[in-house]
């Protein structure tokens, strides 16, 4: 394994040829190996041909403090070590792996490590613990790490660990001969919001307990980190609020935020970017004002940048509040076509324009970045119709019809009283006559 650092030392050699004894006290201001540095290294190395014991070996990570102990075997090179650090700084200790900066890791740990390194042979066994490391952003607590080493790869099959409320667990590996990696995670319960607003700094509230599962793959190479993988989202109800594209929308309606019963989101990952699939769904509570179901599909990355394909059954007047925010400059919305257009679409056929609620299916595409979003191609559909039947409805007549009727109806029976009366006079002119 590759080392750097300039070290000091003094080294006694006694006894015959045959046999030499070897005694060796070093120290240096650091020594960095794979990637990882340790500062103010002290070692004190004795024996003999066949094996020299590290009767001390220690260094400095941060405020936190790491010690080695045991035997080595010069030829053919194999090494039984007990590794045991406290308080160890992430940070400083993996200051000189720059592929790894752009994650930000911070905080610190506890490992303890049990381990033979030969080649071809390496085994060993230990755990690393922590009660907080940030990655990107995102805060994991109570971090319990179990590790294997077998050959080349550190294992990992049972890792746990607190995020924002919900629970992780982990598997995978790291292969140190060639910094290639598999992780797979499942998280349950997590708050959303919490996390979100560590990770990408928001302004509004997303307020919702998710569940995710998670498996990535990838290597550290000279030009960075790559990575691919996929996973799935999915949380129970909850509401956006406080973003002002969310507050234009839940203005027609008077409501507070932007309310939803589930999200299903299946996704992809490829470096620097997450792909949302077409499975990803949205569903509102039943009977919400505002609308029954949404989707998106489309990459979010690299960085910030949007390019989503959005569909959904929506009110109108959301549409309508949308439009308005665009012409008016409202949360930093633009649009690539021209709004009397899309308002003539919206419009077509339907019955109460944008004042009533009028539930459509819509869609448009939406890019940019998180802070200027931009929408094109919005598409509404024509309002429903009722089916009819085969025969046609009897239709009401108007008032000048109603008239025209009564006026030219064909003659009427007499009212029954009418033809009593007649009978009656029948009746009497006949007694008269008898």
Not at 138 to 147: A, E, G, H, K, N
Not at 275 to 290: C, F, M, Q, S, Y
């Given at each position: ?84 650090g406290q308080n160890l700084d992430i940070k400083p ?192 509570h039943e009977g919400d004002p505002l609308y029954r ?100 409805a009897e239709q009401e007549l108007t008032p000048t ?34």
């Amino acid at each position: 394994m590759p080392a750097a650092g300039v070290i000091n030392g003094d080294a006694r050699v006694s006894g015959t040829l045959e046999n030499p004894k070897i005694a060796v006290e070093a120290s240096a201001p650091f020594v960095a190996a794979a990637g990882m540095t340790v500062d103010n290294v002290k070692a004190r190395v004795a024996g003999d041909m066949k094996k020299l014991s590290i009767e001390e070996m220690s260094g400095k990570v941060g405020e936190g403090s790491i010690t080695v102990t045991g035997d080595m075997r010069p030829a053919p090179f194999s090494a039984d070590l007990a590794v045991n650090g406290q308080n160890l700084d992430i940070k400083p200790l993996t200051s000189r792996f720059e592929k790894l900066r752009p994650f930000n890791i911070t905080g610190t740990m506890d490992l303890v490590f049990n381990g033979h390194f030969e080649k071809d042979k390496n085994r060993g066994n230990g755990k690393a613990t922590s009660s907080s490391v940030r990655f990107m952003g995102i805060s994991f607590t109570d971090i319990v790490l179990p590790v294997e080493l077998v050959d080349d790869k550190l294992v990992s099959s049972n890792g746990t660990a607190s995020l924002y409320g919900g629970k992780v667990k982990n598997k995978g590996f790291l292969n140190l001969a060639d910094f290639s990696f598999d992780d797979e995670a499942e998280i349950s319960g997590t708050d959303i919001d919490a996390l979100m607003k560590d990770a990408f700094d928001l302004k509004g509230n997303i307020t919702a307990k998710a569940d995710l599962s998670a498996r990535v793959s990838g290597s550290f190479g000279a030009d960075g980190i790559k990575y691919s993988g996929k996973g799935l989202l999915k949380t129970g109800q909850g509401s956006v609020t406080e973003f002002k594209i969310v507050d234009l929308i839940t203005a027609v309606h008077g409501v507070k935020g932007l309310r939803f019963a589930s999200v299903y989101a299946p996704f992809n990952l490829e470096t620097g970017r997450l792909i949302l699939n077409k499975d990803t769904l949205v569903k509102a509570h039943e009977g919400d004002p505002l609308y029954r179901y949404f989707s998106a599909n489309g990459t979010v990355g690299p960085e910030d940048n949007l390019n989503l394909n959005c569909s959904g059954k929506v009110n109108v007047k959301v549409v309508n509040a949308v439009l308005g925010g665009v012409a008016g400059g409202a949360a930093g919305l633009t649009m690539t076509q021209g709004i009397a257009g899309i308002l003539e679409g919206v419009l077509k056929g339907g019955q109460t324009g944008l004042q009533e609620d009028d539930f459509r299916d819509i869609s448009f595409t939406l890019k940019g970045t998180f802070d200027k979003p931009g929408i094109s191609n919005l598409k509404v559909s024509a309002p429903e119709t009722q089916e009819t039947t085969t025969q046609p409805a009897e239709q009401e007549l108007t008032p000048t019809e109603k008239l025209k009727e009564q006026f030219t109806a064909p003659a009427q029976e007499k009212p029954q009283e009418e033809n009593i009366e007649e009978k009656i006079k029948q009746e009497i002119f006949r007694k008269i006559f008898e």
